[in-house]
């Protein structure tokens, strides 16, 4: 950080504010999360409360639920996955713009929950899109979810513009399509994406 | 030389155009610099639900529901002419109602024509001969 931060604080008590483009742009990134109006599972409903007036995400400046993923900042995927959702799900998030958020909300986003020995039930999404944030609980309260926002608030604001710790949406380089699995024989093809997550390795 | 009164207008103006084009201009210029596109197959697809579009949006479809909806229509609004004539019926002359009559003989007709046309048999066997839906 250029500014001080004691010097910054003295300077705001005398009316004079100093800032970043970094910090500016974060500020801004983070105030106006959109979320794409998707829900796959019972998680959706808490997803729903937590829109509304009670635990109003509104104050986040996120209340703007999108119907299409071209215009959508974050996902939340809030249930269980199934093998058959899989690919859309992922085919969705390619079609988010950068910079694109996750949030895998639940037990049953994060690794399949109670129907985890389910054939048709994905063990969680992060096998094939990058998850920001997860979040415990069947389904999670609004609290939870509001936690997790913020938690993605705090992650966006610590980003920096420029270096090698760059965010992916502002690397050219970096991998921008996330390969859409297809129903196979007995699984989903690829069954990971090995880019995004590592299959553990079962020690017995 | 006296400044024009619209003088100041005009800089209200300029300083209007600025503030609507300036943000538009500096977003430009941020995604310019900074974000790299990284456009792909799958983000450029049209239909935008997740699924994959397939078929052809160009299909043929039958023209029967146009004619019984331009039928419907004609009659449809044959009800609001009629309606006020109904409430208005006990004060009207002879030429009033001979013009009426004149109106709905001739909406009759139509009628009568589409009949003998065939029009208003549904032919559902036609449907995947056209459109070719059933593949």
């Not at chain 1, 694109?100 to 109670?114: E, F, L, T, W």
Request: include cysteine; hydrophobic fraction near 50%.
């Amino acid at each position: 950080m250029a500014v001080d931060q004691n010097l910054k604080i003295e300077l705001g008590k005398q009316g004079i504010f100093v800032t970043t483009i970094e910090e500016l742009y974060n500020w801004g990134r983070r105030s106006s999360v959109w979320p794409m109006n998707f829900g796959l599972a019972c998680c959706a409903i808490e997803m729903i409360a937590t829109t509304m007036a009670r635990y109003d995400l509104a104050r986040f400046g996120a209340e703007v639920f999108r119907p299409s993923p071209r215009q959508a900042d974050l996902m939340i995927i809030s249930g269980t996955v199934t093998k058959k959702m899989a690919p859309q799900v992922v085919r969705l998030y390619n079609q988010m713009p950068e910079p694109r958020y996750v949030i895998a909300m639940g037990a049953c986003a994060i690794s399949g929950g109670p129907f985890k020995q389910g054939y048709n039930v994905l063990k969680g999404i992060d096998r094939y899109i990058p998850v920001d944030v997860h979040i415990p609980g069947c389904p999670p309260r609004p609290e939870a979810l509001l936690e997790a926002f913020i938690t993605l608030q705090e992650k966006i604001d610590a980003q920096p513009l420029t270096g090698n710790d760059r965010p992916r949406f502002l690397d050219a380089e970096a991998q921008g399509e996330f390969p859409v699995p297809v129903p196979g024989e007995h699984d989903l093809e690829p069954p990971s994406n090995k880019g995004v997550w590592t299959v553990p390795v079962v020690i017995r | 030389m006296a400044l024009s009164p619209y003088f100041s207008l005009a800089v209200l103006f300029v300083a209007a155009l600025g503030f609507g084009l300036a943000p538009l201009g500096l977003a430009w210029l941020w995604a310019r610099v900074y974000s790299p596109a990284k456009p792909n197959a799958v983000k450029n697809a049209i239909y935008e639900c997740g699924m994959e579009s397939k078929g052809d949006a160009w299909m043929q479809f039958r023209s029967a529901y146009y004619l019984y909806g331009i039928i419907f229509l004609i009659f449809d609004v044959e009800a609001v002419f009629l309606l006020p004539f109904a409430v208005a019926f006990t004060g009207l002359g002879a030429a009033a109602c001979a013009a009426m009559l004149v109106f709905v003989l001739l909406l009759v007709e139509g009628l009568a024509w589409a009949w003998a046309k065939g029009v208003l048999t549904w032919q559902w066997k036609d449907r995947v001969q056209v459109s070719g839906v059933r593949d």
